[in-house]
């Protein structure tokens, strides 16, 4: 089973900033937090990934509580063209496999 | 680097026929995996391999199902005896060994209709 919790679904304004939660409230020390997307029909993309420290890309920024046990994917300025459904994944200690949930399903509205 | 290739995109197939899937991983990445998805549900994993070792298998695996990474570089997957639950996409993705913690990259996955 995954070890995340999110919304099935959110809504957003496009150029507003999406902010995706996750719960992973056991989580382990070591276990990163990783964030995939996947657009209709392809492949999940990598986003970012973060094991205690607030982390940002080109794409996003993670922020990670500090007792870890939950997670925000901030999209700073949301296009129509982020519209896919996001994945957290707590990846299982001595194992290099993702257990996907369900994940939460971002509709950019214009 | 073109990342993860997969073929075919497309398969359809005649319910007992044998199909088999390649994944070419992105150059030098040692770790690959193989995962399956249906609609409206996440990735399934299914199989793990780090160079030619195949490491782990998902219960999802079946005996009708084979995975190969015979000189550690590219994959393929085989069904045998498809069946229509068998259609799904089956996704492949590589890692690199440097960091156990590294991303992998996922490929745009195969297709499979089964009829």
């Known amino acids: 089973d995954a070890k995340t919790t999110q919304p099935p679904s959110m809504d957003c304004a496009e150029g507003r900033a999406a902010n995706l939660p996750c719960n992973h409230s056991?989580?382990?020390?070591?276990?990163?937090v990783y964030w995939y997307r996947q657009i209709h029909s392809q492949g999940p993309q990598y986003i970012i990934h973060?094991?205690?420290n607030n982390e940002t890309n080109e794409m996003a920024s993670l922020i990670i509580t500090e007792d870890r046990k939950s997670s925000t994917l901030i999209l700073p300025h949301a296009t129509l063209r982020d519209t896919a459904v996001y994945y957290c994944?707590?990846?299982?200690?001595?194992?290099?496999?993702?257990?996907f949930g369900t994940g939460t399903r971002l509709k950019v509205l214009a | 680097d073109t990342g993860v290739s997969q073929n075919p995109r497309h398969k359809i197939t005649k319910r007992g026929q044998n199909v088999t899937f390649r994944c070419d991983p992105i150059?030098?990445?040692?770790?690959l995996y193989w995962y399956r998805q249906t609609l409206g549900q996440g990735p399934e994993f299914l199989t793990y391999?780090?160079?030619?070792?195949?490491?782990?298998k998902s219960r999802l695996l079946s005996d009708r199902f084979s995975a190969e990474r015979p000189k550690g570089s590219f994959s393929t997957l085989e069904i045998q005896r498809t069946e229509q639950g068998d259609s799904a996409m089956y996704l492949c993705?590589?890692?690199?060994?440097?960091?156990?913690?590294?991303?992998?990259?996922f490929g745009q996955g195969t297709r499979l209709t089964v009829v």
């Open positions: 994944i707590v990846r299982p200690p001595g194992t290099y496999k993702y257990i």
């Open positions: 993705a590589s890692s690199s060994h440097r960091d156990k913690n590294t991303e992998a990259f």
């Open positions: 150059s030098e990445h040692n770790r």
């Open positions: 391999f780090q160079n030619e070792a195949q490491l782990e």
């Open positions: 056991t989580i382990s020390g070591n276990e990163y």
């Open positions: 973060g094991l205690k």
